[in-house]
Nanobody, 123 residues
């Protein structure tokens, strides 16, 4: 599956952005999806994940209550609504697909990755 993330940009602290991820393939609706991020000089870290049907959702503690992951299987899209952004949210954000298996939060459990979109939050 090919993934294309977009929607990043520069925003002030307290602002919001909505990231989108477009997926190719007719079996998108069977994939668990996730968002990860990588800040400069840091390792890639988990942000949020959603099951194939959207019923099960996980968030990292540091985004819980501020970010919302969702998906539209009819459009092969997954989204990340990011509110109350903080400077520490600055990173390249990646969407990822888990082709085999249920929802997961570990980097190594995902099989396919998009190219990333940069989010910069100014203070």
């Amino acid at each position: 599956v090919r993934l294309q993330a977009f929607g990043g940009g520069l925003v002030q602290a307290g602002g919001f952005l909505r990231l989108s991820c477009a997926a190719s393939g007719r079996t998108f609706s069977s994939y668990a999806m996730g968002w990860f991020r990588q800040a400069p000089g840091k390792e890639r870290e988990f942000v949020a994940a959603i099951s194939w049907n959207g019923v099960t959702i996980f968030y990292a503690d540091y985004v819980k209550g501020r970010f919302t992951i969702s998906r539209d299987n009819a459009k092969n899209m997954v989204y990340l609504q990011m509110n109350s952004l903080k400077p520490e949210d600055t990173a390249v954000y990646y969407c990822a697909a888990r082709i085999l298996g249920s929802i997961a939060t570990n980097f190594g459990d995902f099989d396919s990755w998009g190219q990333g979109t940069l989010v910069t939050v100014s203070s």
